[in-house]
């Protein structure tokens, strides 16, 4: 063990973790939204689609993805606007996979808090001539805050653990989609025990912080005990 | 040391997992043998052949068992001929208990409540590990004790945990530690444990990859599998076809 | 509603519809620069009107403030919300709980269209007419009740709406407070030129503020009218209107009596004192008299603490049924005044239409909060 | 408050500290069977006071209903709210929205620890007073504001509480409907033997409720004194009072006089007549009069329809700074009524202390709502 | 492919999913109840607590769980009691494991909803002489339905598609930990397509409509339009 193998993965982690969760709450809030606020009949139907991916076991997952991300799939299309056979094996395979993965435990808490928000403080906004668009910014997401952080959040640790889906679609290649939990998985694997709990006790550590950290920021709206 | 030395080609190899370790160690061999680098990356071989049926841009394929080598050879994705046995595998019967493994009758201890094995179906040490059974006569009692990992690290996890108190592992996995007790199980008792391994389409055109091949079967490689547990074959080409 | 005589700028509505077991029909004007309430019971439907002007509530029919048509089924036309010049100050004040007092305050002036500011509404003298200057800094969370109230009304003024709709705004302060708000509000309504709807159900407080009253009862409204006349042309015998029915007059200013700390009017030739003496001479004054508050004498009286005694003559007389009192109207000049007193007393005095009569009205009751 | 005196079950209050910048400093004790107001301006701590009084707001001093001591810092007692036979109408009414109306009611009905249900107030008695029936299958997110508010103050009371908190529970109702209501709960109070303390911002409310008037300002509540007595002690200059100040006047039926829907009653000797024929002769008879509905005169006044001329002596005459008014006290037998008149007509009438004067009462003042 | 090898696996998925689902609310709901009500000033450290499971691979996880449950864990001295030698490889182990993985996702939305029924319901509660037990279950549980409903399908459906750790500590042990995530897989490893498609497919066609009709029993609550 050491820095050299060591640190790619990490930073490969944080940042698959980093821009998946950019993009689960840049995905995840229009849908938590829309769930909340529309009369659409079916909407639990459509809740429940997004839920799906989490009944498959991930490797399986993986695999469809793996078909769905490879040269005969849409991804394969995509893949080859830029030249490439695949979007399997690479970054943005990796964040597509972990987004479908992780999408629901974003979605969640979100759609919560905003269906916590109630009508009232929207149709405050829309009597004060603000479009859905501005009220949606500057009342609903303020007013949901705690319901971001904590879909921010899961999705954040659900994919930094995940693994499955990202060992099936990334190919554990060093630099490239060998992320921390498959590295730690290779270290179990090799029987690197020592490696493994320290890797492991790091990883814990440090997701503690942040999500620790980011959860605190949750902090309640002024108040007084009524 | 996976990392790739300045001016030689570098060849990405897709490793069964079980092979982790050695591979590693050859790979070093490799980069200082040839001055290329070898990219390594560990899953299941059934995962691996997956990704390589998706174009996963591996250019050799070192499998755990004898069959994804063959079925890509056949499906176009590996340059025929290219397959060849790079490791023979030892079956081993062990237990992280000292001396409660002295031999077969191990398996006949009425006190044995879990017996791990890999998966039948899908592992070779699994098959292999059915056939002794079968041949000693104890399958009724592995039927009823076994526990399955999905692969024979797994296995091997659940007698290091102590959660099975005996397990068939590969020789591989216990070569290096000297506790426990163990049976190195005769390879008469079962099929022999063939790790294959093929050049793929997309090695090709890279003769660093050609030459990763080759080494395998080279001196210093086979001097690495027999002290990783292995039995190395002479590196002469198998014919088409498999199990 | 027809179109005919629509003042421009006038809120035209013209609703109906039915939430719950309640039907909704409303066919009335609101005029710009005038306060019109919206005066009724509870669960009169008061509440799902304003909100149907807002176009949160949808009712069928049709809506319009002047040239901009809001709400017309027939032409298809809806405009939601967001899109309409209005102020709302919700019933159970809905502050934004994320921001403070004046973070909701800004959040209306920013989006009123009016990046100068209107002169007749700035922020400073809303502030300090609703008394919330040392609250600007607090989160809502922490108001009370009153405080609360306050900052939803400022908030809806700050919006700078064409069309201003105050459901019981004030319905949590007390009366001295009220007293000092209200006038405010009419007169910002009539230099700004808005329509004010202000929803109620405490007529004192409607006839402090209001130019028109709509009646509201059980979900119908027919119509606006002119405050005196509404008040003169409530039913008898609806109890709400007991205490508070009365008349309105009109009168000028005759003189100033700073040191008695009055004025004296003119009332079509009779003279009549009434507090305070800000109102410089020739000005108009307009004057809410409860008929409770008349009494009634066939000769002049004398020796008595009651100043102002007009002369006029016994328009009607009319019974209050299930009650034990008569209300007359008396006339002077063209302008007319309710007494209520008992039966009792107006068979022994022999009212009947014709007689002539004594006024008698206590200068205090022009006083009222 | 010292211990002596203490009735039993009496809620005894006496607390301080701090919200926000507001200082709290409350001393004061509430009769069983009597209702206390609790009145003052908005943001002068009531609300606090109440949530205090129930648990919810931690203060610190001493509480205690009856034997029942509630908070006692001194010896580190602090029941829970829930442990406090006290029932809560919030100011912002806090139904259940997960219960239909009934199902409200029934909630508290089921924890008041009264199976087989007080007598005073029964479920049907309830829901018939407040008129929700046609209300108890909906939900409360449709209700009225009105409405919310009737609920909850119905929920309160089948807790059946032996200390019933009530903040404005009334301020979106009109005035019928509060008036329908208040002398019910007043007398409900007195038949249950509970404490009431009800919050208002409403003079005319307070006086209607209320045995006894506990004022608050800026936080500091110093006593409650008898509704009648803590009239006549209000502030004169306080705006608050200026409206709804006067006299309590107890008197006796002495006769009913059911076609001119009339009472006569008896006031020392002299005679009265009200509204209303209802009470029997022999029973007592409380009656509020406004200051400003008073008016005096130097001779016994003819040909007038205000019926009612009580002779008496000026007790005391003091101006009301700031105001055009004089106050005079009129005493008869051991009663004294005050006046409200212009200091002018004060001074031409020469009202002195020990000076004989007729005090003019018109009987519809009687019959507010 | 035959009844007799798909039925069992279904069943035990079935039934590891629904009890693991039902201690997950047993246990979810009173740690969100605390979260969302007690002033603590390290609470938001407890949370992060219960979301840290997430970050680690699940194989991971699943290996110290197998430490854990074993002989020489606190899991094997529980099953010496019923004499056994560690909880590994049974249905109790399995319900350990998928209730570790899948808290987080449980108490987070239970958290939410807990939240947003804030102070004023509890404290109506109290001065209608509801002790906090009796408020808890007739005000804060009922109002905080939709929470309860979102956190266990959320748990259901992560524990039906959970893979790694019951893999690790399961033993595939036909009809007693071969859970159907774990039997899909192996017709994927298998290369056998169309089983795999077919058991997949059923997978998400019965949690589609296990799932989207529990998200209806969200139903809201009256309401008019205010
Ligand atoms: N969605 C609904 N379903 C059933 N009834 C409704 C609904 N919305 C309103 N109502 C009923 O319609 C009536 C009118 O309600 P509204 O809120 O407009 O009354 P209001 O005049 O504002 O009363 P208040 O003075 O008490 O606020 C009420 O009885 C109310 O319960
Ligand atoms: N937590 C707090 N922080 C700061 N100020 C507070 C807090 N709680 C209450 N206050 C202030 O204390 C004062 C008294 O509040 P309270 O709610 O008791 O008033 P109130 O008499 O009930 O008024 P209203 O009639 O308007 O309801 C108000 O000015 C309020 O803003
Ligand atoms: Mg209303
Ligand atoms: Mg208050």
Do not use: F, I
């Given at each position: 063990m050491n820095a050299e193998t060591i640190w790619p993965p990490i930073r490969l982690t944080l940042e698959l973790a980093g821009v998946t969760t950019v993009f689960l709450l840049l995905l995840g809030t229009p849908i938590a939204w829309w769930l909340a606020r529309t009369r659409f009949r079916f909407k639990e139907a459509v809740a429940a689609l997004v839920a799906l991916?989490?009944?498959?076991p991930p490797t399986v997952l993986g695999f469809y993805l793996l078909i769905a991300l490879g040269p005969d799939g849409p991804g394969g299309f995509v893949a080859r606007l830029f030249g490439e056979r695949s979007l399997a094996f690479s970054f943005p395979g990796l964040v597509i996979g972990s987004i479908l993965y992780s999408l629901p435990f974003t979605v969640q808490p979100i759609r919560g808090a905003f269906e916590a928000v109630g009508d009232r403080p929207l149709e405050a906004a829309a009597t004060l001539r603000a479009s859905p668009w501005d009220a949606f910014w500057t009342v609903a997401v303020p007013l949901a805050r705690p319901g971001l952080i904590a879909g921010g959040v899961l999705g954040f640790a659900h994919t930094v653990g995940e693994f499955g889906v990202i060992l099936m679609i990334g190919g554990n290649i060093p630099g490239a989609t060998r992320v921390l939990s498959i590295a730690i998985y290779d270290h179990v694997e090799l029987m690197e025990w020592g490696t493994a709990h320290l890797l492991s006790g790091s990883l814990l550590v440090f997701s503690f912080v942040v999500v620790a950290v980011t959860l605190s920021l949750q902090k309640k709206m002024g108040g007084r005990d009524r | 040391s996976a990392g790739t030395p300045s001016g030689g080609a570098t060849v990405r190899v897709a490793v069964a997992a079980n092979f982790t370790a050695a591979a590693r160690e050859i790979a070093a061999a490799f980069e200082d043998a040839t001055g290329d680098g070898a990219l390594l990356s560990f899953g299941s071989t059934g995962q691996l052949y997956a990704q390589i049926l998706q174009g996963a841009p591996f250019e050799v394929f070192l499998a755990a068992d004898e069959m994804r080598p063959g079925l890509a050879e056949r499906e176009g994705l590996a340059v025929p001929?290219?397959?060849?046995?790079?490791a023979v595998g030892r079956l081993v019967l062990f237990s992280?208990?000292?001396?409660?493994?002295?031999?077969?009758d191990a398996l006949r201890d009425p006190g044995l409540r879990r017996i791990a094995l890999a998966n039948p179906a899908l592992a070779p040490y699994g098959r292999a590990a059915l056939e002794v059974a079968r041949a000693l006569g104890v399958e009724d009692i592995l039927r009823d004790r076994q526990v399955i990992g999905q692969n024979v690290s797994q296995a091997h996890q659940f007698v290091r945990t102590g959660n099975a108190e005996v397990g068939f592992l590969a020789l591989a996995q216990v070569?290096?530690?000297?506790d426990g007790s163990r049976w190195l199980v005769p390879e008469r008792l079962h099929g022999p444990i063939r790790q294959q391994a093929v050049l793929l389409e997309a090695g090709r055109q890279n003769p660093a990859a050609a030459r990763f091949l080759d080494f395998l079967g080279s001196r210093a490689a086979r001097k690495i599998l027999r002290r990783h547990g292995y039995r190395a074959e002479p590196p002469a080409p198998h014919g088409p076809g498999g199990p | 509603m027809t179109g005919s005589g629509t003042a421009p700028g006038a809120l035209e509505v013209v609703l109906g519809g039915a939430v719950g077991e309640l039907r909704i029909e409303a066919v009335f004007e609101a005029r710009p620069g005038e306060t019109t309430a919206v005066f009724g019971p509870s669960g009169s439907g008061k509440t799902t009107l304003l909100r149907a002007v807002a176009g949160l509530t949808r009712l069928s029919g049709r809506l319009a403030l002047g040239p901009a048509t809001w709400q017309d089924d027939r032409r298809g036309v809806f405009v939601p919300a967001y899109r309409r010049r209005i102020g709302f100050a919700f019933q159970e004040p809905a502050l934004f709980d994320h921001l403070t007092v004046e973070g909701n305050l800004r959040y209306a002036e920013r989006r009123s269209g009016d990046p100068e500011g209107d002169p007749c509404v700035s922020f400073v003298e809303v502030v300090e007419r609703l008394e919330l200057h040392q609250h600007l800094e607090r989160m809502p969370a922490g108001l009370s009740g009153g405080e609360r109230q306050r900052v939803s009304l400022a908030r809806a003024l700050l919006a700078r709406p064409a069309a201003l709709l105050l459901d019981?705004?004030?319905?949590?302060?007390?009366r001295t407070a009220r007293a000092a708000i209200l006038p405010w509000l009419r007169a910002l309504g009539e230099a700004s030129g808005m329509v004010i709807l202000y929803v109620s159900h405490d007529l004192g407080e409607v006839v402090d503020v209001a130019h028109r009253i709509a009646p509201i009862s059980s979900g119908s409204v027919t119509g606006a009218a002119p405050a005196a006349e509404a008040l003169d042309r409530l039913p008898a015998g609806d109890l709400l209107s007991r205490f508070e029915a009365g008349s309105v007059l009109t009168a000028t200013?005759?003189?100033?009596?700073p040191a008695l700390g009055l004025s004296e009017l003119d009332l079509g030739g009779q003279s009549l004192r009434v507090p305070g003496a800000e109102r410089p001479a020739g000005t108009e004054a307009r004057l809410r008299v409860r008929a409770r508050d008349v009494a009634l004498a066939t000769e002049a009286p004398t020796a008595i603490s009651i100043r102002n005694v007009l002369r006029g003559s016994v328009i009607e007389v009319r019974d209050l049924p299930e009650t034990p009192f008569a209300e007359v109207a008396v006339g002077f000049a063209d302008q007319r005044l309710m007494a209520r007193i008992t039966r009792d007393a107006a068979s022994e005095l022999g009212l009947e239409t014709g007689r002539e009569v004594f006024a008698l009205l206590k200068t205090v009751s022009f006083d009222d909060p």
């Open positions: 991916p989490l009944v498959l | 001929g290219s397959r060849r046995t790079y992280a208990e000292a001396g409660r493994v002295t031999g077969p070569v290096r530690s000297a | 019981e705004p004030l319905s949590g302060l007390h200013v005759r003189a100033r009596l």
